[in-house]
């Protein structure tokens, strides 16, 4: 086990995700961050660190971080940015407090895919010379990635179904999900085809919304808040593959074992199926989460995954995974990470209204950057 001074989640602020939401992003980010105040009981004079997460090209502006420092209470204060998904944000505000320059930190995100272009976008992502002008983008690679997972172990189109029938199940108890639905395997099969074999029940939707966490190292968290707001950050690993598709094996997780390797040695676990809790696990497309649950060490390579009718993960027990609704119910890029790291931070709380689970003390939150996963970090939370 690794031992390092502890850091707390003592606040957590979301809006609700919807697709044309109204408001700047401004708006948005001040409205996360005042409920995480308002959560944690402090207000903004006992910040001192702001870390944003943003994007020039989902912003459509150069320093994007500008539009929402004020918002993110970073006037007189200092502020940095990240460019990715929210768990990378988290992690930086956890390391600027380890580093002892820094106390109190917010970590705001923001994210209006309503105002961007997916397909564009992505398509930068790829290689210039070659890759960009096959016009691959985020749907098509992820399509390449499920058609090699299914190849490599004979996995399918049914076996990804079943994750879209569950969190959009889940997300029927989360008041803050963009899409809650009762659907069925057939009903996800019978939706029109994106890209082979993804179809658009396969596919998040195009997502608008903030979320906001404050963090506080654990001489300040005792005397800021109460211990059952003290939400501790217990493990963190994070690891980055190839840049290019043609260089990995789109089917192996290698990048986010090792990264969870390094969150579990954290965090002092040795058997994640029997200590882990509840999982958010990144699902922007069906396929991913059995793929990285894979990776993560909850079931074996290729296996598939089995489900009970309230969206558990079967291994022997039961994990509940993404009871939030996961990315497929509400997928606002930039936050993504962060907003699952909000729902664990409830459960464990015990806030979680109707979706709470009974007795969770340990959450395992995962997030990624770039086509197909290329990079992964993988948090380990706990009371």
């Known amino acids: ?35 995480a105040l308002q959560d944690a009981g402090i207000t903004r004079d006992d910040i001192d ?3 944003t997460v943003s994007s020039d090209f989902w912003d459509g502006r150069t320093i994007s971080s500008m539009a ?12 940095t940015t990240v460019e990715g998904d929210g768990t990378f944000g988290a992690l930086y505000g956890m390391m600027r407090i380890l580093s002892g320059s820094f ?57 990804f179904a079943l994750v879209s029938v569950k969190n959009h199940g889940n997300a029927m108890r989360n008041p803050l999900a963009f899409l809650p639905m009762e659907i069925t395997v057939e009903d996800v099969m019978n939706s029109r085809k994106v890209a082979d074999p993804l ?21 300040q968290a005792k005397k800021l808040t109460r211990p059952a707001k003290c939400v501790w ?69 290729g296996k598939g995954c089995e489900y009970t009718e309230r969206g558990y993960f079967e291994f022997g027990g039961k994990l509940p995974v993404n009871v939030s609704g996961g990315r497929l119910s509400s997928n606002p890029v930039q936050v993504a990470g962060l907003a699952g790291m909000a729902e664990c931070v409830l459960q464990l709380r015990g806030e979680a209204e109707e979706r709470q689970l009974d007795g969770a003390k340990v959450a395992l939150v995962h997030g990624i950057n770039g086509m197909c996963g290329q990079s992964h970090c993988v948090w380990i939370l706990g009371k």
């Open 233 to 301: 950050m217990k493990g963190v690993g994070h690891c980055s593959d190839a840049y290019r598709l043609g260089d990995r094996d789109l089917a192996d997780t290698r990048a986010l074992k090792d990264a969870a390797k390094r969150a579990y040695a954290m965090a002092g676990i040795d058997d994640p199926r029997r200590q882990i809790d509840v999982a958010e696990v990144y699902d922007a497309f069906s396929y991913m989460e059995p793929l990285w649950l894979e990776g993560l060490g909850i079931c074996d390579d």
């Open 49 to 51: 660190n702001v870390v």
């Open 199 to 219: 179809k658009v029940l396969d596919c998040s939707p195009v997502t608008d919304g903030a979320c906001t966490l404050i963090l506080a190292a654990e001489r």
């Open 68 to 79: 929402v420092s004020d918002a993110s209470g970073a006037f007189d204060r200092d502020i």
């Open 103 to 159: 106390g109190v930190t917010i970590v705001a995100s923001h994210h209006k895919g309503s105002e961007s272009n997916m397909n564009i976008i992505t398509n930068t992502a790829f290689d210039p010379l070659v890759e960009r002008k096959l016009g691959l983008d985020a749907v098509s690679s992820a399509a390449m990635q499920a058609r090699r997972y299914m190849s490599k172990y004979g996995l399918s189109e049914e076996q």
């Open 1 to 35: 086990m690794i031992y390092m001074e502890r850091v707390a989640i003592i606040g957590v602020g979301q809006t609700k995700y919807e697709h044309g939401k109204q408001g700047n992003f401004a708006e948005l980010v001040f409205e996360a961050t005042s409920k």
